[in-house]
């Protein structure tokens, strides 16, 4: 009965290395979370006693960072979860899922920025602009701006080292929240002592901008994810490597699709005609031990393809699928 078997030999080793990787990028999207949770906190509650309504706004904007995390923890705890019978392959897209509603999210914060800084532009040629701020909302910007600054590093620097793409994705929203405090400091320093007021809603417009285009870029990497779309450079690659391996003659079909961050591929390659079962196998087998010390390969789906004999030999396919 296809119940008990299992359908795909899934590496353990990649799967134990991505549980790893998921582990570690947990671990740091919770200390961001508290992070977040602390800066926002401070800025409410310091903006609210001020009447800054530049650094309410970025505790607000930072309040979003909250929700964005918060979906990226749930998602990777998802996505951590053993196969079953729903999902063979394991719950790994779960985590492209979860980076693509944080790209959405950010893609809506940088709306709202950018509809905020046009009606302050509106308000501001029509001669109203905020009252000038006290020195203390700048200093809680300042803190908030170089927090971010660093987090933002630190998870890039993590999500370098373990090529984790919801640590990649959170690291470019610390780097516009980082600019989002920036700014909002330079526009309380700018309004409260030099008296400049246009600087709050210009920032506001282009920072939009900024979050807008960052949202888009995390947007389009887990959209092409989610849509099993394969880098061609990539598929070169996988084909070279394939091509190093001794008995195969040709590689007919490539394709690779992403399971979260692990890859599945699926080719044809051709063989010697007078290859046997037993050897053809063999074949396919050290392929995808070779594409697995390379590459992230989840598990190959191989067809074998009989070099034709004469052109009246009629090709015969294996079809080769591992168990
Ligand atoms: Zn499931």
Not at 189 to 202: E, K, N, Q, T, Y
Not at 253 to 264: L, M, P
Request: glycine share 6%.
């Amino acid at each position: 009965m296809l119940k008990n078997i299992k359908p795909i030999s899934i590496s353990n080793l990649i799967t134990k290395a991505s549980h790893q990787r998921i582990e570690t990028s947990r671990r740091v999207f919770f200390l961001n979370l508290i992070v977040y949770i602390l800066i926002a906190g401070a800025e409410l509650v310091i903006g609210t006693a001020d009447h800054s309504t530049a650094l309410i706004a970025d505790g607000q904007n930072n309040l979003t960072g909250i929700v964005s995390v918060t979906a990226l923890i749930v998602g990777l705890t998802f996505s951590k979860r053993p196969s079953d019978d729903f999902h063979l392959e394991g719950h790994w897209q779960f985590e492209s899922l979860a980076v693509f509603l944080a790209g959405l999210g950010m893609f809506l914060v940088g709306l709202v920025c950018v509809w905020e800084g046009i009606t302050q532009t509106f308000g501001f040629l029509a001669g109203h602009y905020t009252a000038p701020l006290k020195g203390q909302a700048a200093y809680m910007a300042a803190i908030s701006g170089v927090t971010m600054l660093s987090l933002c590093a630190f998870n890039h620097f993590i999500a370098r080292k373990t090529q984790s793409s919801s640590l990649a994705a959170s690291a470019r929203d610390f780097l516009s929240d980082a600019l989002t405090s920036t700014s909002t400091m330079l526009a309380i320093i700018g309004a409260s002592l030099f008296r400049i007021h246009w600087i709050d809603p210009v920032a506001a417009l282009l920072l939009g901008c900024f979050i807008i285009w960052n949202g888009c870029q995390i947007l389009s990497t887990s959209a092409e994810k989610l849509s099993n779309g394969f880098s061609p450079k990539l598929r070169t690659d996988i084909i070279d490597k394939i091509l190093t391996v001794s008995g195969v003659m040709d590689v007919t079909f490539v394709d690779g699709r992403y399971s979260g961050n692990n890859i599945i591929i699926e080719a044809e390659i051709t063989l010697a005609n007078d290859d046997s079962l037993t050897k053809s196998y063999r074949i396919c087998k050290s392929i995808e031990q070779i594409l697995q010390a390379s590459f992230p390969v989840l598990y190959c789906c191989i067809q074998v393809k009989p070099a034709p004999k004469s052109a009246s030999a009629q090709p015969q396919a294996i079809i080769w699928k591992p168990f």
